[in-house]
């Protein structure tokens, strides 16, 4: 049945190759209006199981929360530069304009605290017991009272509570409160020395006291955040192309004014653009160099320019009938299905190189076109239908996956290669036969001396070696199990990476920029989220997920929102407070006499931070212990001044100059101070209406009844696979709708580990079912197959030989070798059966020419993907090149040694059973 399909449709190229052409043009325009529609997105949440609820809530976070999917722009460089770099920018950026629709790109830019909500409702914003140790620091803000109630509190706070700064939370703050101690020591010396100054910076010291610094800047103060509120989302990819460019131009016109800053953008539509842009220009070029090296490559073998060129147009328009059926199954490509085309081109070629292998080999031996056609589809047709199939069935496997990644990868390329199999039947013989006819014709008019492919192309080198190895089959055999044995011991111990950051593209400002994050604000940006039904919700989360030791801080809506009754234990306090400033004396503390009880008490601060700092350096709270040293000094460098001590010398060597300036500086900012205060100090409740409208987009949706919790982990986990272990399975105790994109990262190790087997397993056993029922025969089945096993274990072995690695994406490079592996074995049994025994030399030099040229052209194809710029394609494509080269060699080396011993057994056999059927001929 089989051989008269083939029969059949070699007649029909042979007669009607017009018809064929012109069948194939409408399909090619019609599969070609549909590829251009296909989409990409670069999300890693599209790898998941759809249902998966990691996968759900994710995308409802993006689509609800309008700062879920924020530009990060990170400025470094001197502070006073990156503030005004800032100021300058965020008008710029709100009006910058989309170029494809004119639309507004940002909707808001977060650059700053809330002051204006803090210094209406600050004191209901600490905590009860901070309020219980700091509030005397309130009460009056004359200079010597003041001082001495920061002393006090200070003592209370830090040095008799050794749990002061035991958490991130508590270390921050303490950081917060040391650097509005310094602004404050450093306006008193200003003022000491009588330079001149305007009142706004005794208002900056009182705002750096009481309400912190307002930019958002790194802990050494070089570097500070934008954070830009898109106009659009992760799900808008057209914008998220051209609404990211339309900013970073707005950032670099403003670059060439502060040509000492430096500043791009990072977060998630940064990453996600950089993503996609970059895998597009990588697969453009690697596309290219693998069709220029294909092109090259089969010129050489065949010695001929003409049929390759016609065997690359023919796999191109297969590419375009794939694209158009990947259109109509999947709609979008992933990060995993993106690299299809290349994947197709490696593995397509080889249907044309077997067809023009055949058919060159019966034209060089003088038969007619037509004969010549026949003999390509009988010889090749079959081992290419059953290679096809058996690769495509492979790839299909692959849609057992729970993962959307592996199951559209198996999906895309299952099908695609069905659609440049069917290409390649109708579309290069039909150009083969009208190239051959002009020939003949030019030829016969005395144009051309002979035919363009009589000369005999088989690799006669390959044929003899084979020859060599069938007849030694006990060497061949006992060093290939050697070889594999070697091999075996390297592959069980190849490692896995599950750094995240290695699959990326190596060098982009995006990636470069987190880790920038990382180092500055002791944040990574890889977080986790956690959606909750409430604000009482919300608060309960955080609070577990700060007990955790994986966990370095939380944010959510309930530090601006505190419950009713963390309000009702604040209150008393913030009434203290209140009364207290409102019924203060306005006689100023710093006369000429009171100024040695001043220096007491700065001496007495020098003490107490000097203490702190001890206590930091010993528990390693670094930032606090680096903070300290910027005020106090520190005895292991001495380029660190002790501002205190240096502030005691001033006010010593002229009291009576320096009380002048002390009380100008109390007239400056006592009267702020206390205005401050009593506005901090609302006894007013705080209810979710009352927020400002980035704190609400920041941590609740549009319609504020879901609200989202932040959580950050204590480490770095892409450095430590056990810590991204711990660090999920902490988040899965806390809620199980955990997610971000470390879930999302860890599940899908998980999730394509347990599947790839599963898929490799069951890919195996089909394989073996098609190739059983193929050859009619499991033995024949089984002998297709050992080049493929011993192939795997090759290719894993020089995987770990070569330096590589395990991820998360070339891991499914194993379920895809097999599918691809098996091709070579199929051919040559098909071709042995067909020959019959003794035709070692025959075989592989000519389908053995077959299978080497298709098996360098794939590896070159897969080659190309290293030359990526996302690494993720180049691990991909390294061991897919590998394992395709492997299993070449364990098919050329064993089957050799296979065929000679069952040809040799079955030449001992005693006579009588010779007239049995010859285990290499057809059934």
């Given at each position: 049945m089989r051989d008269k399909i083939l029969l059949k449709l070699a007649h029909w190229h042979s007669s009607h190759p017009g018809r064929m052409l012109i069948i194939v043009f409408i399909l090619t325009i019609l599969l070609g209006w549909l590829f251009a529609h296909l989409k990409q997105t670069m999300r890693w949440s599209d790898l998941l199981p759809a249902k998966d609820t990691r996968t759900v809530e994710f995308n409802r976070i993006i689509e609800e929360f309008v700062s879920a999917t924020s530009i990060v722009v990170v400025v470094e460089g001197e502070e006073d530069r990156i503030k005004s770099f800032a100021e300058q920018a965020v008008p710029k950026i709100l009006a910058a304009r989309d170029p494809k629709d004119n639309q507004l790109c940002a909707?808001?830019?977060?650059?700053?605290?809330?002051?204006?909500?803090?210094?209406?409702?600050?004191?209901?914003?600490?905590?009860?017991?901070?309020?219980?140790?700091?509030?005397?620091?309130?009460?009056?803000?004359?200079?010597?009272?003041?001082?001495?109630?920061?002393?006090?509190?200070?003592?209370?706070?830090?040095?008799?509570?050794?749990?002061?700064?035991?958490?991130?939370?508590?270390?921050?703050?303490?950081?917060?409160?040391?650097?509005?101690?310094?602004?404050?020591?450093?306006?008193?010396?200003?003022?000491?020395?009588?330079?001149?100054?305007?009142?706004?910076?005794?208002?900056?010291?009182?705002?750096?006291?009481?309400?912190?610094?307002?930019?958002?800047?790194?802990?050494?103060?070089?570097?500070?955040?934008?954070?830009?509120?898109?106009?659009?989302?992760?799900?808008?990819?057209?914008?998220?192309?051209?609404?990211?460019?339309?900013?970073?131009?707005?950032?670099?016109?403003?670059?060439?004014?502060?040509?000492?800053?430096?500043?791009?953008?990072?977060?998630?539509?940064?990453?996600?653009?950089?993503?996609?842009?970059?895998?597009?220009?990588?697969?453009g070029y690697t596309t290219l160099i693998a069709i220029i090296a294909i092109i090259i490559l089969l010129i050489v073998s065949f010695r001929m320019w003409v049929a390759p060129l016609l065997a690359v147009i023919s796999l191109l328009v297969g590419v375009?009938?794939?694209?158009?059926?990947?259109?109509?199954?999947?709609?979008?490509?992933?990060?995993?299905?993106?690299?299809?085309?290349?994947?197709?081109?490696?593995?397509?070629?080889?249907?044309?190189?077997?067809?023009?292998?055949?058919?060159?080999?019966?034209?060089?031996?003088?038969?007619s076109i037509e004969k010549s056609m026949e003999e390509a589809f009988l010889k090749s047709g079959k081992g290419i239908l059953s290679g096809a199939l058996t690769t495509a069935c492979a790839f299909l496997t692959l849609t057992i996956s729970s993962s959307r990644g592996m199951k559209e990868m198996g999906l895309v390329t299952g099908s695609g290669l069905l659609c440049i199999l069917l290409v390649t039947f109708l579309l290069l013989p039909s150009l083969l036969v009208i190239r051959e006819r002009r020939l003949e014709k030019r030829r016969k008019k005395g144009k051309e001396k002979g035919l363009w492919?009589?000369?005999?192309?088989?690799?006669?080198?390959?044929?003899?070696?084979?020859?060599?190895?069938?007849?030694?089959?006990?060497?061949?055999?006992?060093?290939?199990?050697?070889?594999?044995?070697?091999?075996?011991?390297?592959?069980?111990?190849?490692?896995?990476?599950?750094?995240?950051?290695?699959?990326?593209?190596?060098?982009?400002?995006?990636?470069?920029?987190?880790?920038?994050?990382?180092?500055?604000?002791?944040?990574?940006m890889d977080y986790a989220l956690i959606l909750a039904s409430s604000p009482d919700e919300s608060r309960k989360i955080a609070k577990a997920s700060r007990e955790l030791a994986s966990v370095a801080m939380t944010e959510d809506i309930s530090f601006y929102l505190p419950s009713e009754e963390e309000q009702k234990k604040r209150l008393p306090h913030i009434i203290e407070i209140r009364e207290a400033i409102l019924s203060g004396s306005s006689a100023s503390s710093v006369k000429a006499a009171h100024i040695d009880d001043l220096l007491k008490e700065l001496q007495r601060l020098d003490m107490n931070i000097k203490e702190l700092q001890d206590m930091a350096y010993l528990g390693g709270q670094d930032k606090v212990e680096k903070k300290c040293s910027g005020i106090v000094g520190s005895p292991e460098d001495p380029s660190l001044k002790n501002r205190i001590e240096d502030l005691v010398l001033l006010l010593e060597k002229n009291k009576s100059q320096a009380s002048k300036g002390l009380e100008r500086f109390e007239r400056d900012y006592v009267p702020y101070f206390k205005e401050t205060v009593t506005n901090m100090s609302s006894p007013d409740k705080i209810t979710l209406d009352m927020l400002p409208l980035s704190v609400?987009?920041?941590?609740?949706?549009?319609?504020?009844?879901?609200?989202?919790?932040?959580?950050?982990?204590?480490?770095?986990?892409?450095?430590?696979?056990?810590?991204?272990?711990?660090?999920?399975?902490?988040?899965?105790?806390?809620?199980?709708?955990?997610?971000?994109?470390?879930?999302?990262?860890?599940?899908?190790?998980?999730?394509?580990?347990?599947?790839?087997?599963?898929?490799?397993?069951?890919?195996?056993?089909?394989v073996f079912l098609l190739l059983t029922?193929?050859?009619?025969?499991?033995?024949?089945?089984?002998?297709?197959?050992?080049?493929?096993?011993?192939?795997?274990?090759?290719?894993?072995?020089?995987?770990?030989?070569?330096?590589?690695?395990?991820?998360?994406?070339?891991?499914?490079g194993i379920p895809l070798i097999i599918g691809i592996g098996i091709d070579d074995g199929v051919h040559i049994i098909h071709r042995w059966r067909r020959e019959g025994r003794g035709k070692l030399r025959i075989i592989f030099a000519s389908t053995g020419k077959a299978i080497f040229l298709t098996s360098l052209t794939t590896m070159l194809a897969f080659g190309s993907l290293i030359f990526s710029v996302w690494r993720g394609f180049g691990q991909l494509g390294g061991a897919l090149a590998i394992g395709v080269g492997t299993c070449f060699l364990t098919t050329v080396i064993i089957l050799p040694g296979i065929i000679g011993f069952l040809e040799r057994k079955k030449k001992s056999r005693p006579e009588h059973t010779q007239q049995e059927r010859d285990p290499g001929s057809e059934s």
């Open positions: 909707r808001r830019v977060d650059y700053k605290q809330e002051i204006d909500f803090l210094k209406n409702h600050g004191f209901m914003l600490m905590k009860a017991e901070d309020l219980e140790n700091l509030k005397d620091i309130f009460k009056d803000p004359h200079l010597l009272p003041l001082l001495t109630n920061i002393n006090n509190s200070f003592e209370k706070e830090y040095i008799q509570r050794e749990e002061s700064i035991s958490t991130r939370e508590k270390e921050d703050s303490a950081v917060g409160f040391l650097h509005g101690l310094l602004e404050w020591v450093e306006s008193i010396r200003e003022y000491a020395l009588e330079t001149s100054l305007s009142k706004d910076s005794a208002k900056k010291a009182v705002d750096n006291l009481i309400l912190g610094e307002p930019y958002f800047l790194s802990y050494d103060r070089s570097v500070l955040i934008l954070n830009i509120i898109p106009n659009f989302t992760m799900m808008d990819a057209a914008k998220l192309v051209s609404g990211t460019e339309a900013i970073q131009d707005v950032v670099d016109e403003i670059l060439k004014d502060f040509p000492d800053v430096t500043a791009g953008l990072t977060g998630m539509i940064p990453l996600g653009h950089d993503e996609m842009v970059y895998a597009e220009k990588s697969l375009i009938w794939a694209g158009g059926t990947v259109f109509l199954l999947v709609r979008q490509l992933n990060i995993m299905t993106s690299m299809f085309v290349v994947i197709l081109l490696g593995l397509g070629i080889d249907f044309s190189i077997h067809i023009i292998s055949s058919f060159t080999e019966a034209r060089s031996l003088g038969k492919i009589r000369t005999d192309i088989s690799f006669r080198f390959l044929g003899k070696a084979t020859e060599f190895m069938g007849r030694h089959f006990i060497t061949t055999l006992i060093a290939s199990l050697v070889v594999t044995v070697l091999l075996i011991f390297f592959a069980t111990r190849i490692t896995f990476d599950q750094n995240y950051m290695n699959i990326e593209p190596k060098g982009l400002t995006s990636i470069l920029l987190q880790d920038t994050v990382l180092e500055k604000f002791d944040l990574g609400l987009d920041r941590y609740s949706n549009q319609e504020r009844e879901t609200f989202l919790v932040t959580v950050f982990p204590a480490g770095n986990i892409w450095q430590d696979a056990e810590y991204l272990r711990r660090f999920t399975e902490d988040l899965k105790k806390i809620s199980d709708r955990a997610t971000g994109f470390p879930p999302i990262f860890r599940a899908l190790i998980e999730i394509i580990g347990r599947d790839g087997l599963n898929a490799a397993l069951l890919t195996l056993l089909i029922l193929d050859y009619a025969n499991p033995g024949k089945a089984l002998m297709a197959m050992i080049p493929l096993a011993f192939g795997l274990f090759w290719m894993v072995g020089l995987m770990k030989l070569v330096g590589m690695q395990l991820t998360v994406v070339n891991v499914m």
